[in-house]
C-alpha cells in the first residue's frame, strides 16, 4: 500500500520561510518523479515543483521560481520543498504526490500523479 505523509507546514508571516517534507512507503521510490501541488480554498489544486526520480533535474511554476527549491533523499525516502520569501498568496494546503509512472522526467498535471498525500497547510500573514 502506498502512503505519503507530508509534514512542516504552519503559520509564517510574509517573507517567512518552511521546509516541508514528504515520506513516502510501498512504492519505488528511487524510480519515481515526485512533484509537490498546492490547493487554495476556492481554487484548483496546481503545480508548484517537480523532481526527477534520480535528482537530477527539477522544474518549478513561474510563481515560485527562485523562492522555492525541491530536493529528494533516495536513501529516506523523502521529498523537501524549502519555501523563502514567502508571501499571502502562497497560502494552501501543500500536497505531494508521486507519479502514476516510473522513470519520467517531470510531472506537472494532477492527472499525472497516482498517489497523494494528506497535505499540509502553509498559512501566510501579511
Not at 490547493?39 to 496546481?46: I, M, N, S, V, Y
Not at 523523502?78 to 497560502?91: A, F, G, H, I, K
Not at 498535471?109 to 497547510?121: D, K, R
Amino acid at each position: 500500500q502506498v502512503k505519503l505523509v507530508e509534514s512542516g507546514g504552519g503559520l509564517v508571516q510574509t517573507g517567512g520561510s518552511l521546509r516541508l517534507s514528504c515520506v513516502a512507503s510501498g512504492l519505488s521510490f528511487s524510480q519515481t518523479t515526485m512533484g509537490w501541488f498546492r490547493q487554495a480554498p476556492g481554487k484548483e489544486r496546481e503545480f508548484v515543483a517537480t523532481i526527477s526520480w534520480s535528482g537530477g533535474s527539477s522544474y518549478y511554476a513561474d510563481s515560485v521560481k527562485g523562492r522555492f527549491t525541491i530536493s529528494r533523499d533516495n536513501a529516506k525516502n523523502t521529498v523537501y520543498l524549502q519555501v523563502n520569501s514567502l508571501r499571502p498568496e502562497d497560502t494552501a494546503v501543500y500536497y505531494c504526490g508521486a507519479d502514476r509512472q516510473t522513470f519520467r522526467a517531470k510531472v506537472t498535471t494532477v492527472t499525472a500523479i497516482g498517489y497523494w498525500g494528506q497535505g499540509t497547510q502553509v498559512t501566510v500573514s501579511s
